[in-house]
């Protein structure tokens, strides 16, 4: 889904995106002429790899986002995330994939491994 930064409104405006096997839904608002603030639930499932075996491990996923969409560099300092937008076009299908890259990114430890008690570490 992609909308002009322009047209978002200044009311709560409810959206919802599905982008390969997630959903990303919640509201948007303009706080400013140039700040746009979402708040949303990233919900469905993601693939991950172990850290330790290497095994591929499919993980549920229902996190609370809370960001804020800048059209252009963001300059000001601020606590909050800041996605900045570029060309004014907002792509919550890019918002998606960036979102799914960092949790895949994350380290994962596969069900096996954690029921390992052996500590790992050899030497090859």
Known sequence: MKIEFRKVPTTPKEF???FAS?????????????????????????SVLCIRCGEEENINLDENLFFLLSDGIYNNESKDLIIEVEDGIIDFDQICESELSSLESDY?????????????????
């Not at 029921?115 to 090859?124: G, H, M, S, T, Y």
Request: glycine share 4%.
């Open 108 to 124: 994962h430890i596969c069900k096996s491994c954690l029921e390992d008690n052996e500590k790992i570490e050899k030497e090859f």
């Open 16 to 18: 919802s995106n599905n």
């Open 22 to 46: 997630v959903k990303l839904e919640g509201t948007f608002c303009k706080m400013s002429p140039t700040l746009i603030k979402v708040d949303a639930t990233l919900t469905g499932q993601s």
